[in-house]
Nanobody, 121 residues
């Protein structure tokens, strides 16, 4: 069974930084892509940043220049370094990954349980 487990969320003051981690475990042949989404209260879930297995990345305009996604493929881990945090970054952050369990398996979409990020003074 495949699982995604996020960590690193918390309460931070405006202008501060946090680093989120997402570790994939279970029967995994490949992970592509792997990324982060967020959902604020009363809003739809939105893409934050995503990375392919080769390191190509895409990020939302609202976080460009402040957030950086990276991956350690050997550790099946994705990171989201968040700098210059703003109150509007407050949301539950979810890890998402497209995972194949074997070379002949179809890719399936997996989500983590989410980690709360609160930016407030």
């Amino acid at each position: 069974q495949v699982q995604l487990v996020e960590s690193g969320g918390g309460l931070v003051q405006p202008g501060g930084s946090l680093r989120l981690s997402c570790v994939a475990s279970g029967r995994i042949f490949s992970i592509d892509p792997m990324g982060w989404y967020r959902q604020a209260p009363g809003k739809q879930r939105e893409l934050v940043a995503v990375s392919s297995s080769t390191g190509d990345t895409t990020s939302a305009d609202s976080v460009k220049g402040r957030f950086t996604i990276s991956r350690d493929n050997a550790k099946k881990t994705a990171y989201l370094q968040m700098n210059s945090l703003k109150p509007e970054d407050t949301a539950v952050y979810y890890c998402n990954a497209g995972i194949r369990s074997s070379w002949y398996s179809e890719r399936k979409d997996y989500w983590g349980q989410g980690t709360q990020v609160t930016v407030s003074s």
